[in-house]
């Protein structure tokens, strides 16, 4: 199992794990969550996608944000053949370790209220949620920030 930066090349693979990783809350959400819509080659050239692979395949994809105070995790999806296997945890630890690096202190997400399964692997992973607002983008969604010091 290894971790690496995405390249250019990546970005079909990226696009195409994230909206399998998301489909399950289509329908709770009405629509695609916001990670299956963006456009991850900018993201990509900045350095913020990290890659999971196991065996020469495409287990995981990490989205991370370097901010100035602290990191964000954009997004943590895992592709449906690898789930329930801890690569989301390994993704999770990843992303730690590099807000560590960097130096920060303190490394946030934020995920839609109705992702509940993902809120209780974040408070279980160490995460307190530090409030909630309504999402700016999708009228009538709300979203659950959350934090944990590094």
């Known amino acids: 199992m290894t ?7 990546d970005l079909q693979a990226v696009v195409s794990l994230t909206t399998a990783a998301y489909s399950p ?7 695609p969550p916001i990670p ?9 050239a900045r350095g913020e996608v990290w890659l999971l692979e196991d065996g020469g395949e495409l287990a995981g994809v990490l989205t991370l944000e370097r901010h100035e105070d602290h ?5 943590v999806a895992v592709s449906p ?3 329930g296997k801890g690569f989301g945890i390994k ?5 730690d370790q590099q807000t560590r690096l960097w130096g920060l202190p303190e490394i946030r997400l934020y995920t839609n209220a109705k992702m509940e399964r993902n809120i209780a692997l974040y408070l279980a992973y160490g995460y307190r949620e530090t409030g909630r607002r309504p999402n700016p983008y999708r009228p009538g969604w709300v979203l659950v920030d959350m934090a944990k010091a590094t």
């Open 25 to 31: 809350y289509n329908a709770i959400l009405d629509a």
């Open 71 to 75: 990191a964000m995790i954009f997004s």
């Open 3 to 9: 971790i690496r930066k995405a390249v250019v090349g």
């Open 36 to 44: 299956v819509a963006e456009d991850y080659a900018p993201r990509i």
């Open 91 to 95: 993704l999770l630890n990843h992303a």
């Open 81 to 83: 053949a690898f789930q």
